[in-house]
């Protein structure tokens, strides 16, 4: 064996949420660089289509907090693709779901929950089902965030970010025996504008109302590394979990992010 097959996903499936477009879209590409089958699934099909069509993968439409859906799309995947090795839980809501705790309705809290936390739940459960009646172990990758640890955008999301975080932790521990690896995935500032590179500090968008553009200063001046990261940064480490490089590493928080959490 050679450092190359550490890294080799050749004949295993795996399936990315919310996979059309930004940080889900990298890691499946990435995971399709290394070898994987993929699966795509999100609730805009058309994005996940073209995702899949890139990387010669398959996609499916899916909402992450409908739970039966998620029960047949895990079991679509196997059936499809012949197994299920790897599951990145990838699907989750951030824009127009933060803000001051007073303001923030039921509906909003109950909205971002069910597919940050539900959703994630939903997933690794049907996934480890399918991975322990294989019997050949697995791999689950949650997308967690750094505000799960610095708060940035509110409790709604925030929150949800460290409930993955622990939700991880705990899965870790009941699913070591079964040789199904748990970790979760933290991306600091990722640049998901399509059609501009990641903002450095000697070049930033200007303000534009876009509430990612417009925290693009604050967050230059305190990132050790000078700059926003790319997606593929992501899907660079979702690759690293992924792949026998990581097979002793499980109950992870994994964080991206240029030194976001050493300031």
Known sequence: ???????????????????????GQAIARALSMAGATVMVSDLDL???QATANQISGSAMALD????AAVERAMQATAEQLGGLDIL????????????PVRTITDQTWRELWSVNVDGVFYCCRAAADIMIKAGQGGRIINISSTQAITP?????????????AQMTKVLALELAPHKINVNALAPGPTWVRE???????????????DPLSDTVADRIARLPAGHWGDPMEQGKAAVFLASSMSDFVTGIYLPCDGGWLTL
Do not use: C, E, F
């Open 1 to 23: 064996m050679s450092a190359a097959d550490w890294i080799n996903l050749s004949g295993k499936v795996a399936h990315v949420t919310g996979g059309a477009k930004g940080i």
């Open 46 to 48: 058309p994005g996940a």
């Open 64 to 67: 992450v907090s409908d739970s």
């Open 88 to 99: 990145v839980n990838n699907a989750g809501l951030y824009a127009q779901h933060g803000g």
């Open 152 to 164: 940035g955008v509110g409790v709604t999301y925030d929150g949800s970010k460290a409930a993955v």
């Open 195 to 209: 059609g501009s590179p990641p903002p450095t500090r000697g070049n930033q968008p200007s303000p534009s109302g």
